[in-house]
């Protein structure tokens, strides 16, 4: 399972592998296509749906599912572009044969429902990878970067902490009737950086989050283009893959 359980090496050397940035270029598109694919996809759907009896309605239903189709296109391309897969364009039995016809092969083609699933999932899961990237990406930089602001009076660096925690720990001992032990106790409630060494010992924490997050970025990035296969791609092909990546885990 090399993506998810990799070596230390190469988990430190994510930040120099120019597939990192293109993984998070990748990441960071899902929140805006995923916000488009949704509105969309709902929009033509329930205008379709809601213009049914009237004779408008079914091309608008069948234009949405083209959509979805040309949609799902777009996204194999980012997939193979970006995540290094290669899934391979899809046949379209609708292009060919009579009206009725084509229209049966785009209703009941396995892959315009499944695209359309993924289109549909890809706006809650763009909500999620935004708000991880963010995140983790604003405390890391914010804190490989302190030793160039922490001086600054405007600023406050530092970990702050609504109510104190306190932290304790024991040891006791029996010895003959008498038990002997100690106790420590610490009261934690902030810590403010205010010399040089304190911002660049936040500088190294820094440092060790971003490795961590463009690291995760790379797993959030290997889940992403297995997600992508599975309902994007050929099934027995998906099958393959899975099957000789258990055998190669033996």
Not at 227 to 233: C, D, F, P, Q
């Amino acid at each position: 399972m090399p993506a998810l359980l990799p070596s230390l090496r190469s988990a430190v050397a994510a930040p120099v592998r120019p597939r990192t940035y293109r993984h998070l270029l990748y990441i960071g598109l899902a929140f805006p296509l995923g916000t488009a694919y949704f509105v969309v996809l709902i929009t033509g759907f329930s205008v379709s749906v809601s213009l049914s009896v009237l004779i408008v309605g079914i091309p608008l239903f069948v234009l949405t599912l083209l959509t979805v189709r040309g949609l799902g296109a777009i996204e194999r391309l980012l997939a193979n572009l970006l995540l290094d897969t290669e899934i391979d364009a899809p046949t379209y039995p609708f292009r060919t044969g009579s009206v009725s016809g084509r229209l049966r092969a785009l209703l009941v083609n396995r892959r315009t429902w499944s695209e359309c699933g993924y289109l549909l999932l890809k706006f809650p899961v763009g909500i999620g990878l935004f708000v991880f990237l963010v995140t983790a990406l604003t405390m890391s930089l914010t804190f490989l970067t302190t030793p160039v602001y922490y001086d600054d009076p405007s600023l406050r660096v530092g970990i702050f902490l609504g109510d104190a925690v306190m932290l304790s720990s024991s040891l006791s001992i029996p010895w003959g009737d008498v038990l002997v032990g100690v106790e420590f106790a610490i009261t934690v409630s902030e810590w403010a950086v205010d010399s040089l060494a304190d911002a660049v010992l936040f500088s190294a924490v820094g440092a060790v989050l971003l490795v961590v997050t463009l690291h995760l970025i790379n797993v959030a990035a290997w889940l992403s283009s297995q997600y992508t296969r599975a309902l994007l791609g050929d099934p027995i092909e998906g099958l393959d893959r899975i099957s000789r990546y258990f055998d190669d885990t033996r």
